[in-house]
């Protein structure tokens, strides 16, 4: 499986970005997907992830009801809708698919390139 993102960009905050995550190669074999992301100095955290129907979506805290993970089953690719940005939420954006255990870890089978969203104040 290879994850490829894209959509990252610089925007001020209270703007909107919307991140796609394509899978290509044994999309079959996905069954979750989601979004980590890394800011300048920090580690790796979970930001939300979802199956393809959407059914069962999970946020971290810090983006609940600012952002919303999607999903096409039928183009395999994943979207992160991020309205009201915020400069926190600046950060290298990761694709990934396929967790082992608990999906908010960062043990996840396969992760794609960062994309990168800057958001100015």
């Known amino acids: 499986v290879q994850l490829q993102a894209s959509g990252g960009g610089s925007v001020q905050a209270g703007d909107s970005l919307r991140l796609s995550c394509a899978a290509s190669?044994?999309?079959?074999?996905?069954?979750?997907m989601g979004w980590f992301r890394q800011a300048p100095g920090k580690e790796r955290e979970f930001v939300a992830a979802s199956d393809f129907s959407d059914h069962m979506a999970n946020y971290a805290d810090s983006v609940k009801g600012r952002f919303t993970v999607s999903g096409d089953n039928a183009r395999n690719t994943l979207y992160l809708q991020m309205n009201s940005l915020k400069p926190e939420d600046t950060a290298d954006y990761y694709c990934?698919?396929?967790?082992?255990?608990?999906?908010?870890?960062?043990?996840?089978?396969?992760w794609g390139p960062g994309t990168l969203v800057t958001v100015s104040s």
């Open positions: 990934v698919a396929n967790p082992i255990g608990n999906i908010k870890g960062a043990n996840w089978n396969y």
């Open positions: 190669g044994r999309t079959d074999s996905i069954y979750f």
